[in-house]
């Protein structure tokens, strides 16, 4: 069974960056394709990004492209999330997601969260003065 855990978020003033991170256990990361998503109080949970197997296809939603970086470490069975020039509208509960794929795989969707078995507890991200 895959288990995921994120860390990395806290509070920063606008303008400011934080790191996400995504770790695994219980089975090989590098297997599947790997999303964030988040969820700001009230609203949707809406996608922002995602990563293929392959590590070749990356997405973004189009409110953090330039800011955002999705990026894997496969020696630590890590995924990561680099936002930078964060803003106020940024603030949400971030959760990363993964499905399973076959080898070489491009597959990447951020915009379908059933698609996804997969799920970390989620960590907070707040961006205020």
Avoid: H
Avoid at 17 to 34: E, F
Avoid at 82 to 106: F, H, I, W
């Amino acid at each position: 069974q895959l288990q995921l855990v994120e860390s990395g978020g806290g509070l920063v003033q606008p303008g400011g960056s934080l790191r996400l991170s995504c770790a695994a256990s219980g089975l090989a990361l590098d297997n599947y394709n790997i999303a964030w998503f988040r969820q700001a109080p009230g609203k949707e949970r809406e996608g922002v990004s995602c990563l293929s197997r392959s590590g070749t296809t990356t997405k973004y939603v189009d409110s953090v492209k330039g800011r955002f970086t999705i990026s894997r470490d496969r020696a630590k069975k890590t995924v990561f999330l680099q936002m930078n020039n964060l803003k106020p509208e940024d603030t949400a509960v971030y959760y990363c997601a993964a499905r399973r794929q076959v080898l070489g795989s491009t597959f990447c969707d951020f915009k379908d969260k059933d698609l996804y078995g997969y799920w970390g507890q989620g960590t907070q991200v707040t961006i205020s003065q």
